[in-house]
C-alpha cells in the first residue's frame, strides 16, 4: 500500500521519497518530466535506479538543496528557513532560544540578521507596499465587502442621520422602531374564571406579539449583517460601481432580505458581471458588422472611429459658429477653442456666453403666431433672447400700459409685471426704452 501526501499547507513539512517513503534530506532529487505532483527521490533511491510507472531511470533531475547564500554570504537558505521557523517557534524577541534551536549561529548572529535583513530590509519594505497597493488595486475591482459595522457613527438624537440608521442607538445597539408591542401585553392577566371566548383573546393577543417580535429580530438582523447600520460609509461604498451597475444594484437591493451577506454579494456581483460581459459582447457585435474578425484590426478601426469622432465634433461647432454668426464674443471664443484643438490641446470648457453659460441658438419664429404683428427688430429681439411672439406682445402691452398709467417704468417695476427670467425682462425692458415705447421713471 502507498500513500500519498500533501504537504502544501506547511512549508516546513519535510517531503517524502517515493521510492523508501523515508523523509527527505538534502540534497535530493527531483524528476523535471514528472509532475504534478513533484516526483521526489532520497540518493539513496536514485542510484539504485528507483522506476515508478511513467517515471524511468533516464529522466532528467534537478539536485534540491538548501545550501546556497540568499541576504547574507555567511547564511545559507536553509539557515534562513531555520531562524525563521525558530523565531515563529520561540518567538520575537526570545534570541537565545532561536540561537539554542538553530545550533548552528549565536544569540548576537540571530539577533543581528533578523533586525537587519526581515524588519529594517528597505526592499522588503517597499515590497510589502507593492504588495498592499496590488492588493488594494484587486479590492477596489471586486464587490462591495458586507461586514456588520463594528463601529458605528453616534449621530445626534432626532437627526437626519439618526433618521437614517433606523434610530439606531450605539450605546445599546438596539433600534427605536417598533419599540411599543410589549403596551399591548401590560393589561393582560390569564385568571381561572376567563371565559373561553376570552382566553382565546388572550391567546391570539400574545400570538401578535410573538409575531411582532419575530419581524422586529428580522429586521435587526438584516441591517446588522449587512452593514446598513453606518449608512453613508455604504453609500460611499456603492459609488465604486459604474452608474448603470448603481441602478441595477438599487433595484436588487430588496432581495437582501431573502439572501444573506455575502450570498447577496454574489449576487450582485454576477449581475455586475452580466453587465460587463453584455458590453463586451455588444462592442465585439460592432466589430463584427463592420467586418473586423481581429483585435489588431479592431483596434485600428477604435482609432478610426475616435478621429472621426472629433471630426464630427469639429463639424458641430462650425455648424454652432454659424449659429453664432452675429455675437461676435462667441465667435471670438469659439475661434480660440478651435487654435487649441489644432494645437494638441484639449479645452475644458464649452463655448461660454456672456451668462457664463453655453448660448443657445435663436430661436426659428417660421411659423410661429403672432410673427406677422412685429417688425424687424422685434424679430431680432425674440430670436436672441428665445421668446416666442405671442408672448412678447403680451409683455409689451403690459409694460406700455403700466408706463402710461406712472408716467414712466423702472426696471424693478418691469420685473414685478413679467414673471420670467431677470436676464430676459432687462433685455426687453432695454429694448423698449431704446426704441421709445416706453420711457423710464
Same mark, same amino acid.
Given at each position: 500500500?502507498?500513500? /500519498? ?42 542510484? &539504485? ?73 528597505? =526592499?522588503?519594505?517597499? /515590497? ?87 419581524? &422586529? ?6 441591517? &446588522? ?78 482609432? =478610426? ?60 419664429? /417660421? ?19 428665445? =421668446? ?45 426704452? &431704446? ?7
Amino acid at each position: 500500500v502507498r500513500f /500519498t501526501f500533501d504537504f502544501t499547507g506547511d512549508p516546513f513539512d519535510k517531503p517524502p521519497c517515493r521510492g523508501c517513503s523515508s523523509y527527505l534530506t538534502e540534497p535530493y532529487v527531483k524528476c523535471a518530466e514528472c509532475g504534478p505532483p513533484p516526483f521526489l527521490l532520497c540518493l539513496q533511491c536514485f542510484t &539504485r535506479g528507483f522506476e515508478y510507472k511513467k517515471h524511468q531511470s533516464d529522466h532528467t533531475y534537478e539536485i534540491m538543496t538548501s545550501d546556497f547564500p540568499v541576504l547574507d554570504p555567511n547564511w545559507t537558505a536553509q539557515e534562513e528557513m531555520a531562524l525563521l521557523e525558530a523565531v515563529m517557534d520561540c518567538g520575537f524577541g526570545n534570541w537565545q532560544d532561536v540561537a539554542n534551536q538553530m545550533c548552528t549561529k549565536s544569540k548576537e548572529e540571530c539577533e543581528k540578521h533578523y533586525m537587519k535583513h526581515f524588519i529594517n530590509n528597505p =526592499l522588503f519594505a517597499s /515590497t510589502l507596499l507593492n504588495l498592499k497597493q496590488a492588493e488594494e488595486a484587486q479590492h477596489n475591482e471586486t464587490a462591495i465587502p458586507f461586514h456588520p459595522a463594528d463601529d458605528p457613527p453616534r449621530p445626534a438624537f432626532d437627526s437626519l442621520l439618526s433618521r437614517d440608521m433606523a434610530g439606531y442607538m450605539p450605546a445599546r445597539a438596539d433600534f427605536e422602531f417598533d419599540n411599543y408591542a410589549e403596551w399591548d401585553l401590560r393589561d393582560i392577566d390569564f385568571v381561572e374564571d376567563d371565559s373561553d371566548i376570552l382566553h382565546a383573546l388572550k391567546v391570539a393577543v400574545v400570538d401578535i406579539y410573538h409575531s411582532r417580535l419575530k419581524e &422586529r429580530q428580522r429586521r435587526k438582523k438584516i441591517i &446588522r449583517d449587512h452593514g446598513l447600520i453606518n449608512l453613508r460609509k455604504f453609500q460611499i461604498l456603492e459609488r465604486r460601481y459604474p452608474k448603470e451597475v448603481q441602478d441595477l444594484y438599487e433595484t436588487m437591493r430588496r432581495f437582501a432580505r431573502i439572501l444573506g451577506p455575502v450570498e447577496h454579494d454574489k449576487f450582485i456581483e454576477s449581475h455586475a458581471l452580466e453587465f460587463e460581459l453584455r458590453r463586451e459582447i455588444k462592442r465585439l457585435q460592432e466589430y463584427r458588422a463592420a467586418g473586423i474578425t481581429n483585435f489588431c484590426s479592431a483596434r485600428t478601426y477604435d482609432h =478610426l472611429k475616435k478621429t472621426r469622432d472629433e471630426e464630427r465634433l469639429k463639424r458641430t461647432m462650425l455648424s454652432e459658429v454659424l449659429q453664432y454668426i452675429q455675437d461676435s464674443s462667441a465667435c471670438q471664443q469659439w475661434l480660440s477653442r478651435q487654435a487649441d484643438i489644432d494645437s494638441g490641446l484639449t479645452p475644458t470648457v464649452p463655448v461660454p456666453s456672456n451668462s457664463g453659460r453655453r448660448s443657445a441658438p435663436p430661436l426659428n419664429l /417660421t411659423g410661429l403666431p403672432g410673427t406677422e404683428k412685429l417688425n424687424e427688430k422685434e424679430k431680432e429681439l425674440c430670436q436672441m433672447v428665445r =421668446l416666442v411672439p405671442g408672448a412678447y406682445l403680451e409683455y409689451k402691452a403690459a409694460l406700455v400700459n403700466e408706463c402710461n398709467k406712472q408716467g414712466g417704468l423702472r426696471l424693478a417695476q418691469a420685473r414685478a409685471l413679467i414673471k420670467i427670467d431677470v436676464n430676459k425682462t432687462r433685455k426687453i425692458y432695454d429694448f423698449l426704452i &431704446r426704441e421709445g415705447y416706453i420711457t423710464k421713471a
